[in-house]
């Protein structure tokens, strides 16, 4: 152990030595990579080679090309008809929804609320028509 070093610090140097020496004496004269052998051998079956044994081959000999061209044309739809405004969305003036939801001087709080409620579900703008909504506001 050298001074100024810890027991790891002087093992990790002296593993450090020996591999640099294993990996001069390791040193291939060719570049070849190691593992693998010289006679790799593709066809492993007679008279039968990998090009002509592609994976997906057996689904396109049983596809039956015709018939998807087919169902891949479809007529083009018409466009759907532009919107219509409901007439209850025409009715805006305070005057007018007070006539739609029979509001009179005999409610009390708790009848309001509930044509309030009701009112609202039914003109709700998300049941409208995009252009239309914010008049369903």
Excluded at 15 to 35: C, F, I, N, Q, Y
Excluded at 36 to 44: E, I, N, S, T
Excluded at 91 to 104: D, F, G, H, M
Excluded at 119 to 128: I, S
């Amino acid at each position: 152990m050298l001074f100024g070093q810890s027991v790891f610090q002087s093992v990790l140097e002296r593993l450090k030595a020996e591999d640099e020496t294993t990996e001069d004496a390791e040193a291939p004269a060719a570049h070849r990579v190691s593992g693998l052998g010289a006679g790799l051998a593709f066809d492993v079956m007679e008279g039968v080679s990998v090009a002509s044994q592609r994976v997906g081959q057996a689904y396109f000999d049983n596809l039956d090309l015709d018939a998807v061209a087919g169902v891949v044309e479809k007529p083009a739809l018409a466009p759907p008809p532009e919107p219509v405004m409901p007439d209850h969305l025409v009715r805006t003036t305070p005057q007018e929804v007070a006539e739609e939801l029979a509001i009179s001087a005999a409610d009390t709080l708790l009848t309001l609320r509930e044509k309030r409620r009701a009112f609202a579900r039914a003109n709700h703008p998300d049941g409208v028509a995009l252009p239309f909504r914010d008049d369903a506001t």
